[in-house]
Nanobody, 121 residues
Framework: VQLQASGGGLVQAGGSLRLSCVAS????????MGWFRQVPGKERGFVAR????????YYADSVKGRFTISRDNAKNTVYLQMNNLKPEDTAVYYC???????????????WGQGTLVTVSS
């Protein structure tokens, strides 16, 4: 499985961005998917995850109510809609995939290449 993340960019505080992560392969719905972020000098941290069916989602407290994770299994794509962005959301965002289980920071089978989100104050 290869993951290709996109959608990052420069946005002012309070603005919105939508990240996309497209996966190769034919068993996308069998993978738990998630978004993570990392700033220089810090460990990669959890942002949000979604089950293979899309029925179950979970968010980090810091993004709850502002970010929404979703997926379109017909398009092999997982999204992260980010609203009301804050400067502290600035990071490289990565998508991760784990076969048959929830994806976490330390238990992802595959990682995308990352997309940079910069939020200016």
């Amino acid at each position: 499985v290869q993951l290709q993340a996109s959608g990052g960019g420069l946005v002012q505080a309070g603005g919105s961005l939508r990240l996309s992560c497209v996966a190769s392969g034919r068993t996308f719905s069998s993978y738990g998917m998630g978004w993570f972020r990392q700033v220089p000098g810090k460990e990669r941290g959890f942002v949000a995850r979604i089950s293979g069916s899309g029925r179950s989602t979970y968010y980090a407290d810091s993004v709850k109510g502002r970010f929404t994770i979703s997926r379109d299994n017909a398009k092999n794509t997982v999204y992260l809609q980010m609203n009301n962005l804050k400067p502290e959301d600035t990071a490289v965002y990565y998508c991760g995939a784990r076969f048959g289980a929830q994806v976490t920071t330390i238990s992802s089978d595959y990682w995308g290449q990352g997309t940079l989100v910069t939020v200016s104050s």
